[in-house]
């Protein structure tokens, strides 16, 4: 079983950036395809960002040229840097993970999941 600690987020102006960190316990990073879900107040929980084993992406359109999800095996810890920041990127952000050899979106295909880390921008 791993277990997932996110780290890194924070108020910040529309603009902004910040990165988050997903650093993962319990059993190697390399082994989990590995996702970014968000929840804003008062809506369902969305995917973000997701990463395959060997580093291959994909991101819902309202964040593409703007986050860049990462990983880093050999520091058991997975990222989100997220540039340009909108008011309506303001949620909390879960990191999940799962076994397998693609990238998934729903979040019902993760198995494993943080705390969530609460990113708030403003205006």
């Known amino acids: 079983q791993v277990r997932l600690v996110e780290s890194g987020g924070g108020l910040v102006q529309a603009g902004g950036s910040l990165r988050l960190s997903c650093a993962a316990s319990g059993r190697t990073l390399s082994s989990y395809a590995m996702g970014w879900l968000r929840q804003a107040p008062g809506k369902e929980r969305e995917f973000v960002a997701a990463i395959t084993r060997t580093g291959i992406s994909t991101y819902v359109d309202s964040v593409k040229g703007r986050f860049n999800i990462s990983r880093d095996n050999a520091r058991n810890t997975v990222y989100l840097q997220m540039n340009r920041l909108k008011r309506e990127d303001t949620a909390a952000y879960y990191c999940?993970?799962?076994?397998?050899?693609?990238?998934?979106?729903?979040?019902?295909?993760?198995?494993?999941w943080g705390q969530g880390t609460q990113v708030t921008v403003s205006s």
């Open positions: 999940a993970a799962r076994s397998g050899a693609s990238y998934y979106l729903a979040e019902s295909e993760y198995n494993y």
